[in-house]
């Protein structure tokens, strides 16, 4: 029988994409068995973006989950702003980004936004082990 998902590292408040890193890094390393380094480099990124839009986007503070299942690991971002992410073209020049959103949901085999009928959203993403 499979384990259906272990949840290693429960949703904790982050005010720091750094910190976010790092406590995904530390998540990653006590997986057994471990993940590829390659799909832990994935993780950090799809972490770094979404904690990062959160931050800028989402009221300056959010929640992040990370849970490890079979044949994935999920990221999920928590933040206060109702508004979804949206595919938008990056700016190559005036600096205002556009690349976070496309980049999340080309690393992780699925991407889900839910909303929450109090406010904000959660954003989850399944990286593929």
Same mark, same amino acid.
């Given at each position: 029988?499979?384990?259906?998902? %272990?949840?290693? @590292?429960?949703?904790?408040?982050?005010?720091?994409?750094?910190?976010?890193?790092?406590?995904?890094?530390?998540?990653?390393?006590?997986?057994?068995?471990?993940?590829?380094?390659?799909?832990?480099?994935?993780?950090?990124?799809?972490?770094?973006?979404?904690?990062?839009?959160?931050?800028?986007? =989402?009221?300056? /503070?959010?929640?992040?989950?990370?849970?490890?299942?079979?044949?994935?690991?999920?990221?999920?971002?928590?933040?206060?702003?109702?508004?979804?992410?949206?595919?938008?073209?990056?700016?190559?020049?005036?600096?205002?980004?556009?690349?976070?959103?496309?980049?999340?949901?080309?690393?992780?085999? /699925?991407?889900? %936004?839910?909303?929450?009928? @109090? =406010?904000?959203?959660?954003?989850?993403?399944?990286?593929?082990?």
């Amino acid at each position: 029988m499979d384990t259906m998902t %272990v949840t290693v @590292a429960p949703a904790g408040s982050t005010t720091s994409v750094s910190g976010a890193r790092d406590s995904a890094r530390h998540f990653l390393t006590d997986l057994l068995p471990a993940v590829a380094a390659e799909t832990a480099e994935t993780v950090i990124m799809v972490v770094s973006e979404l904690v990062t839009n959160a931050l800028r986007h =989402g009221g300056g /503070t959010c929640t992040m989950g990370l849970a490890a299942h079979p044949d994935s690991v999920e990221v999920a971002v928590h933040d206060s702003s109702p508004r979804t992410p949206r595919m938008r073209t990056p700016d190559l020049n005036g600096g205002t980004g556009g690349f976070g959103w496309p980049m999340v949901n080309r690393l992780a085999h /699925t991407t889900t %936004v839910t909303p929450h009928p @109090a =406010g904000g959203k959660t954003i989850s993403a399944l990286v593929t082990r």
